[in-house]
């Protein structure tokens, strides 16, 4: 995975960043005993995964389908906030409109499954664009405000309007034929996000890609160097649109319902930005990972607490898992600016046949993009 | 006729003047922090929150006012147990890191309010003084209304006078704008961190503890939801970094706010406050994005 800047923003006066720039160790092939280990430490925890689901499929597959819609949002998020340094706020906006768009078309223009993705796809990119033009004027934490109070009217305003959403009621948003179970389902979920990680894979290795993260170390310098600034940012804009209305449209046929209630600022924007940190910002495997942590803890944290003799409401108990979260990620901002990718990462190259090395990471929201000035 | 009219206009105005006070004393709190750390405190709403319930858990053990100071001084411990815990720690990171540690600190108390079992419920809130004060356009304006435009003159003004007049509020500048210096000259930077965001839990604390009895009562988080997006358009409005601006700002917000509730049908456009406080946002940043009182660029 070629992640080195074709042309190093910064060139002097900032250091290549370590976690951008890795030249693969030569000379070094595993053996075939190690590359066995390596198939086994795929396939095993894969036998393990699907053991688990079968298990109990009912419970658990709907509990990995939600895994895998909060994992392709905070991709989503991680487009902005980790490849191009914007952050946003207000990402409940970016999946109720995804998941709003994809009920509207399947329930109301009676079109298929795929046709509501799509649909979505495009208005989330269509929107998060006309946000990314006031970024364009306005950056940094002047930025955060405007998608925060953007999130706020989606929430408030949005979709409240009865002629798109159905009011309280809320709107209808059946799943494909043939994949109406929650098991079936799981495997659309599970589609949507390794397609969507393919793509993010390639983003970043494109010229796109470096390009994004080059605006993120310093938009004047990746000027200077000839990176179109205003058409990059539009389209890092696009791309994070188009995962979260994906995200959205997965959301919407998981639940089969959507409400307004569904999208508020502390259980989708804020959430998703903190699995994103902890997750890793830039790495992938770390955010589905945690994405998944996320979910399991959700289901089990309140187990544990009750063992160890901390009591609460049932209904209550599923919030553990976001006061632990929000924890960890303040941990994560401290001592470990890659979050979980530490491990990941590591992993992933050692499965890709290296030498398992814990590599130092770089500094988590880049170090250009402090955005403190005025706009 | 006229006096319907008058109606439709003078409520929302006096309300709006007395809510923006509410708005206007979380924005001083939002511009404290800025001014002294260059910070977006997005934990602030929380502060507000946690004054709230402190009044609101200590009520039935003494007389509501020293429940309310109670209060107060919670949301001060945890403004400055945020300062300790989270900001200095992180002192010298990028500021968008500190903003999202900040949205850190305000999922976790959120999520600790919901997890004590808050979630979905309403909690009756306490008047400081119950009563109406006078009438004024047909409208009856009512003590507790009184004491938060008074609370926010006084501290609006002590602030001002604090960073006007005072040594320490010189220092507290000259750490935002020179830390290194200003250590330098023998200023204690963390005592300055540790006084600009106890005062700023505490002035989030004072507008938990006044603004949910003009509605009679609060939920969970609400400081977050309902305060911390038009607190920071009033900041932003005001200049940011100007504590006249912020004070200004509040007022403007509050007008805003209530003019779009009260004159705008939810059945055409639900949620017309949210929609006039973005554009109020988008407005001030393409058009003067130092505010209408900033100084500093």
Known sequence: ?375 | MGGVLAFEVSRPVVLGVVQGAGVGLMAIGLVLIYKSSRIFNFAAGEFATVGAFGAYLMKSFMPFFFAAILGVLAALVTGLVTERLVIRPLANRPRVTLLVATAAVAIFVIAFQFLAGAQGKLFAAKAIIRGNAFRTFGVFVSWQELVIVVVLAGAGVGLAWFFGATDLGLATLATSQEPTAARLMGIRLNRVAMLTWGLAGALGGVAGVLLPPLTQNFTPAFGTTDLLIPAFTAAVLGGMTSVPGAFVGGLVLGLVQNLAQFNVSSNTLPGAPAVAVLVVLVLVLAVRPTGILGKEA
Request: charged share 15%; hydrophobic share 50%.
């Open chain 1, 1 to 375: 995975m070629a992640r080195t800047l074709e042309r190093p923003a910064g060139g002097a006066p900032v250091p290549p960043h370590p976690a951008v720039v890795r030249l693969p160790e030569r000379g070094f092939r595993p053996t075939a005993a190690g590359w066995a280990a390596r198939a086994a430490a795929v396939v095993v925890p894969l036998i393990v995964g699907v053991w688990y689901v079968e298990a109990n499929a009912q419970v658990r597959s709907d509990a990995l389908a939600t895994a895998a819609v909060i994992a392709i949002g905070a991709l989503s998020l991680n487009v902005l906030v980790g490849y191009t340094g914007q952050i946003s706020l207000g990402h409940q906006a970016f999946i109720g409109i995804g998941a709003f768009t994809s009920a509207y078309i399947i329930s109301e223009s009676h079109q298929p499954f795929l046709v509501g993705v799509l649909v979505a796809l495009l208005v989330g990119a269509v929107q998060a664009v006309v946000l990314g033009l006031i970024a364009l004027r306005v950056r940094g934490l002047y930025f955060a405000l405007v998608t925060l109070a953007w999130g706020k009217v989606a929430e408030q305003c949005l979709f409240r309007l009865k002629s798109l959403t159905r009011g309280g009621a809320g709107a209808q948003a059946p799943r494909p034929s043939g994949f109406t179970t929650d098991r079936a389902y799981l495997l659309v979920c599970l589609v949507g996000l390794a397609l969507i990680l393919l793509v993010d894979w390639r983003l970043v290795a494109t010229k796109a890609g470096r390009a994004m993260q080059a605006l993120r170390e310093s938009p004047q310098v990746a000027a200077n160097y000839g990176v179109d600034v205003k058409g990059y940012t539009l389209y890092a804009f696009a791309v994070s649109g188009a995962y979260a209305g994906v995200a959205g449209a997965l959301f919407a046929s998981r639940r089969l319902t959507v409400q307004s209630g569904d999208f508020d600022f502390a259980g989708i924007a804020l959430t998703y930005l903190i699995v994103t940190v902890v997750g890793g910002l830039r790495r992938r495997g770390g955010i589905v990972a945690f994405s998944l942590l996320y979910v399991l803890g959700g289901e089990y944290l309140p187990d544990l607490a009750r063992a160890i003799g901390v009591h609460t409401i049932e209904v209550n108990a599923g919030y553990y898992i976001q006061a632990f979260s929000a924890v960890l990620a303040i941990f994560t901002l401290i001592f470990q600016p890659d979050g979980l990718g530490t491990i990941t990462a590591p992993i992933g190259r050692w499965l890709r046949g290296e030498r398992f090395q814990l590599a130092h990471g770089g500094g988590a929201l880049g170090r250009g993009g402090g955005g403190d000035a005025r706009p």
